[in-house]
């Protein structure tokens, strides 16, 4: 069971949490893209072949330890409690066209919502580099932030993951806690991190990272502010940022006219005669559609 942790309604969005990204203030010329990719999958892989976890607390604390007995200490790559997961991602940045392996442990996927990558969420986390060294520590967050203001990885992995649940019991004299929250470690190449512009003078260039993290909470958003959450500007399996039903290069969630006919999507599944916007599950469709109307462009 975890710590104090109080839910805060303010929006806290942290300006030098070393999660965040980078603000390309840097005008070094940055590496290739496709090296330093095999040069950081290098290190990577050869971490996880020579570390191994030492212990995983009721928390979800993990620590990690160089591997010195091979016999009694199996590495975090061939151990099974908690065995090494996977996934695919490509970066935002056209000019970085590497197909990205983004290694994880899925420590405790949570019982409650998952984030997109647009929404804010409340967590904890530790930053430390493949040697070691800590950049960054929050054990108790003052309040949320958001996913979309975070490193690539983040907003790739956190998704994988679920809020815990919020247990407050009246006129108990202990503070309220999160339980059954998610927690995992993510191993993120320099390409989805920092790369050559990290926000820490404790983090070099081009360095691998690794982010242990906790997620207690979620907070549901709408960027575009179309009245449609974050959450179901796509379809089930596609991520939001590869949402895009007009085809404009934008997609849904920053899009504020979904389906390009030149009504905005707030206008479009507002009721008419009011000033209030149907729930999204109860927008309707275009006589003889099947869309729903915001994503319609024959209907207005």
Partial sequence: ?????????????????????DDDSNTVPPRDYGE????????????????YIVSVDEDYNIEFAEITDPITQV??????????????AKSYNEN?????????????EGGGNAPTRGDNILVSYRGTLLNG????????????????????????L???????????????????????????????????GYYNNPRSVLIPNYSPLVFTF????????????DGILNKDETEPGIDIYYYDTDEDGIPNYLDTDDDGDGY???????????????????????????????LDPNCH
């Fill in 1 to 21: 069971m975890n710590r104090l942790l109080k839910v805060l309604t303010l929006v806290f969005i942290a300006l030098f949490v070393s999660c965040k990204k």
């Fill in 133 to 156: 060294t800590q950049f960054d520590y929050q054990p108790y967050p003052q309040g949320t932030f958001s996913l979309a203001e975070t490193i690539e990885a983040w907003q790739e």
């Fill in 75 to 88: 590495s975090i790559w061939d151990q099974t409690d908690y065995p090494l997961m996977s996934k695919q």
């Fill in 36 to 51: 330093q990719y095999a040069a950081d999958m290098d290190s990577i892989e050869n971490y996880l072949k020579n570390n």
């Fill in 264 to 294: 905005t999507t707030f206008y479009e599944i507002t009721i008419t005669g009011t000033d209030e916007q149907y729930p999204f599950d109860e927008i309707p469709t275009c006589e003889g559609g099947t869309l729903k109307k915001h």
């Fill in 158 to 192: 956190m998704p994988l993951f679920k809020s815990g649940d919020y247990i407050d019991i009246p006129d108990n004299p202990n503070p309220a806690e999160f339980e059954n929250y998610g927690a995992g470690v993510m191993f993120v190449p320099s390409g989805m």
């Fill in 96 to 108: 970085n066209t590497v197909t990205y392996t983004l290694y994880y442990l899925l420590l405790n």
């Fill in 214 to 225: 906790k997620l207690y909470a979620v907070d549901y958003t709408d960027l575009d502010s």
